[in-house]
């Protein structure tokens, strides 16, 4: 009895590939000590908008300054560190300005990877700053 070679070039086809799930499926895992794992932990800053305006929130260092947003009035957002700044020597500056106003200004703070930052603020003073 003979096979097509329709039938047989299918066969080889689904052999090969069998082979090939097979041979990938089972290819040793690499020693722990070779493998690259890479894991980034953001820091996570919180911003509560305790005024009755809305204000726009940034963030300085140096002299370098990153906008991080607009805040309605009531509102808590949170934004991502920049990640030339985490772990910097560099102090630390938030800081809100709304219409027409005085801008409001954290204490200076340093933050490490893997912290959360949080800072309330109303429409004067410093605002109250944490970090956990």
Same mark, same amino acid.
């Given at each position: 009895?003979? +096979? *097509?070679?329709?039938? &047989?070039?299918?066969?080889? $086809? *689904?052999?090969?590939?069998?082979?090939? +799930?097979? !041979?990938? @499926?089972?290819?040793?895992?690499?020693?722990?000590? %070779? #493998? +690259? /794992? &890479?894991?980034?932990?953001?820091? +996570? =800053?919180?911003?509560?908008?305790?005024? &009755? %305006?809305?204000? %726009?929130? !940034?963030?300085?260092?140096?002299?370098?300054?990153?906008? =991080? @947003?607009?805040?309605? !009035?009531?509102?808590? %957002?949170?934004?991502?560190?920049?990640?030339?700044?985490?772990?910097?020597?560099?102090? =630390?500056?938030?800081?809100?300005?709304?219409?027409?106003?005085?801008?409001? #200004?954290?204490?200076?703070?340093?933050? #490490?990877?893997?912290? /959360?930052?949080? $800072?309330?603020?109303?429409?004067? @003073?410093?605002?109250?700053?944490? !970090?956990?």
């Amino acid at each position: 009895m003979s +096979i *097509c070679s329709g039938k &047989r070039n299918r066969l080889a $086809w *689904c052999g090969l590939l069998l082979g090939a +799930i097979v !041979s990938t @499926g089972c290819e040793p895992e690499a020693p722990a000590t %070779q #493998r +690259i /794992q &890479r894991s980034v932990v953001d820091v +996570i =800053l919180t911003v509560r908008n305790g005024s &009755r %305006q809305a204000a %726009q929130v !940034s963030l300085a260092a140096d002299s370098t300054r990153f906008v =991080l @947003g607009d805040l309605a !009035s009531g509102a808590s %957002q949170s934004f991502s560190v920049p990640s030339a700044l985490v772990g910097s020597p560099s102090m =630390l500056r938030l800081e809100a300005v709304g219409d027409g106003r005085v801008p409001v #200004r954290s204490d200076d703070f340093r933050v #490490r990877r893997g912290e /959360q930052v949080v $800072w309330s603020f109303t429409e004067a @003073g410093r605002g109250k700053l944490e !970090s956990r």
